[in-house]
């Protein structure tokens, strides 16, 4: 399984000035059920570390890389108990290419978003943006990091893994080991491990792979590899 992930610095900035993309289907397509749903997905989120859902509600915002113009991305949000999923697909307009956007996301399920506010749990939800559209399998896509609130300054990636219940897992980068943790929830059912990455420490400005393994009974699993475009 391979994704692509273009990681591009946003500075500090009032989320209200950037440009907002609005979904293609409107409402969006969402669902919130009585009992757990599995996509069956390894990969489930991938976000800047440490963003978090305010009290305004979910604020989506993405970096367009310079080469995704004139196509469609998809915006795939999920909870951790897998009650909660939603999608929504966006067209990309070349003039917008390179820069920070909006996505909107109008949700007709605010009380599920007012509720994640006052949730002690900081991996309640999480995101992924994909190049192309939704109907695609996850496998295929190409992924960009997503935030949720005031874009990040740092460089921190955190990955959202279904391991199925391994005991760890662990990342192979740039010649280094990062140990995953546990999601911070009670309970896991879409994802439960995260791996955070910081890419200033790889110190290159080309591609690098990034392999993950998770453990389970003291062997390895099989990998997902994901290439990291600082």
Known sequence: MIFILFLIPVHAQDIASFSSLSPDEDPIIEELRSSPAISGARVVGIMRADTKVTDV????????????THDVVCLRVVSVDALYEARASYQVPEHYAGQ??????????PHFWDALVHRSEEDAVTALVAKGSCDLPREQALAIPIEIGAPAEHSRVTVFLNTFRSEEAF????GGEIECEPVNASIRTAFDMRCTVDLKAGGSSSASDLLIYPVRAGELGLPMTARLHP
């Open 57 to 68: 509600g979910p604020d989506f915002l993405l970096r367009i890389p310079a080469d995704w």
């Open 100 to 109: 920070t956007v909006r996505l909107r996301f109008d949700s007709n399920k």
């Open 171 to 174: 990342v192979i980068w740039n």
